[in-house]
């Protein structure tokens, strides 16, 4: 009885965890470029169950042992392995800012890859984002939202000298008095990339293949994939499954309380 608790309770755990994750993702579904996570949930390795007093397991089946030792195998719970981001291309919006940049992905030379921006966080180290909204800080440098550099191809930061500038479909940035192409990245399975805070990635990347098509637009944000619809209605089946498990451990506490009562009561 007590497995069942434990069962119980890893169900609600799990669910928990999972409703954490699609509340998450609706308070970025404003966000640009973020990307929905989904929560990947296991079961526990099965237990093997064997009779009491017996030597030897029952794990071939083929064996013909006396129905008494043939008992079977138990479940004994489930967990959140972890969560894995959707890259799905979001929609692109308009926004006539100048600042405001997008990556639309028209083939890419592998089935998982991905392009996206290089930009520096506050520690120096290069991470790739989707988010593309960006601005000029008071040095005229490129920067995203949160203040990190925008790198250009070389993995420095763009200097625009506060001057307005031009974005081809290509990645080139146009100011006054120079062009400078943009820190345009590759990953080959996006899948391997690690997602940090920010709207951030840390992962391998490679320069754009010459065979990729994409296209940056100027004046355009790529929107948060987040199915607003669809995840308000995981979010209500994971409150059943919640909800469900919590009947299931009252039950068993329930049974347990009498087991433990009745038995008193007897002796």
């Not at 080139?172 to 990953?187: K, Q, S």
């Not at 994409?214 to 929107?223: A, N, P, S």
């Amino acid at each position: 009885m007590l497995r069942g608790f434990y069962t119980a309770a890893s169900g609600m755990m799990t669910q928990q965890r999972h409703q954490e994750a699609l509340g998450n993702n609706l308070a970025n579904i404003n966000t640009p470029g973020y990307k929905a996570d989904q929560a990947t949930i296991r079961s526990f390795p099965e237990m093997l169950i064997q009779a009491q007093g017996k030597k030897q397991l029952p794990v071939n089946r083929n064996v013909h042992l006396p129905i008494s030792e043939t008992i079977g195998s138990l479940n004994t719970g489930v967990y959140v392995q972890e969560f894995v981001p959707n890259f799905a291309q979001g929609g692109i919006r308009e926004t006539n800012i100048g600042t405001d940049l997008a990556i639309t992905q028209d083939a890419v030379p592998d089935e998982t890859g991905g392009i996206f921006f290089r930009v520096q966080n506050e520690a120096g180290e290069e991470r790739l984002t989707r988010n593309g909204n960006f601005t000029i800080d008071g040095n005229g440098f490129l920067v995203t939202n949160q203040g990190y550099y925008v790198l250009n191809n070389a993995g420095t930061p763009i200097e625009t000298g506060g001057r307005d500038f031009t974005v081809t479909d290509t990645g080139m940035l146009h100011t006054d008095t120079e062009t400078i192409p943009l820190g345009l990245a590759y990953v080959n399975d996006v899948n391997e990339l690690t997602k940090e805070g920010d709207n951030l990635y840390d992962g391998e990347s490679i320069a754009v293949p010459a065979d990729a098509e994409f296209t940056v637009l100027q004046g355009f944000l790529e929107q948060s994939n987040v199915d607003a619809q669809a995840t308000m209605t995981d979010q209500l089946n994971a409150y059943r499954m919640f909800e469900l498990n919590q009947r299931v451990l009252r039950a068993y506490d329930e049974s347990l309380g009498k087991a433990v009562s009745d038995i008193g009561r007897l002796g």
